[in-house]
């Protein structure tokens, strides 16, 4: 019973690449959570989507951030134009419903680099 | 203040201990209460969760709601040294969680 899945472990992006994390939920969860953690920082919520949704951005930047969950395939969160400052390790979670949206299942994480 | 507040440590103690870590909180609206445990360039893993206040035991571990004080906390019994590792406090009063910072805790063997 495979866990929640993120690719890639780690990224590395000059400044000004664009980014793409990919996570897959747990099977039968069809609640994607995406948080931020920097050095020393806690999780810092970003985006919650359900399938072909977005419920909750409210923790996303507003510029070169964005955020899906297609019908089909992983959830995607999409960096443009990154800078140093987006370097930090980035984690998916998943919920079967709402209903459980306090009981959620964390990926590995990508750590992205920016050069 | 914080919503979240949480000692950062590090906490060093002795294999076989008692392990108490705590987190204080400002908002009283606030209703699930959970602790994470974060292996080093690991993702985090729900260990306890609790609703409203009183105690909730699972093997080693005890969580504790006090939320007339606003204050939760997690024992660690036996403490063994796979214990080390960074325990994040999180709480939701629904719809969205937040996390404390998390204690580094070092188990010494």
């Known amino acids: 019973n495979a866990g929640v899945m993120q690719n890639p472990r780690h990224l590395v992006r000059r400044r000004g690449q664009e980014a793409r994390l990919r996570c897959s939920p747990m099977?039968?969860?069809?609640?994607v959570y995406w948080y931020r953690q920097l050095p020393e920082e806690g999780l810092k919520f970003m985006v919650y989507?359900?399938?072909?949704?977005?419920?909750?951005e409210s923790g996303m930047p507003k510029e070169r951030f964005s955020a899906e969950f297609p019908k089909e395939g992983p959830s995607i969160l999409r960096i443009q134009q990154v800078v140093r400052g987006d370097s930090a390790a980035y984690f998916c979670?998943?919920?079967?419903?709402?209903?459980?949206?306090?009981?959620?299942?964390f990926g590995p994480g990508t750590r992205l680099t920016v050069l | 203040q914080k919503e979240v507040e949480q000692d950062p440590g590090p906490l060093s103690v002795p294999e076989g201990a008692i392990v108490s870590l705590n987190c204080t909180y400002s908002?009283?609206?606030?209703?699930?209460f959970m602790w994470y445990r974060q292996y080093s360039r690991k993702g985090p893993e729900l260990l306890m969760y609790?609703?409203?206040?009183g105690n909730k035991e699972d093997g080693r571990f005890t969580a504790q709601v006090d939320k007339s004080s606003k204050y939760i906390s997690l024992f660690i019994r036996d403490s063994q040294p796979s214990d080390s590792a960074t325990y994040l406090c999180?709480?939701?009063?629904?719809?969205?969680?937040?996390f404390g910072k998390g204690t580094r805790l070092h188990i010494l063997p």
């Open positions: 979670a998943s919920s079967p419903g709402r209903a459980e949206h306090n009981e959620q299942f």
């Open positions: 099977k039968g969860h069809s609640h």
């Open positions: 989507l359900q399938k072909e949704n977005i419920i909750d």
């Open positions: 908002n009283s609206a606030f209703q699930y």
């Open positions: 609790t609703y409203s206040s």
């Open positions: 999180a709480m939701s009063p629904y719809d969205k969680i937040i």
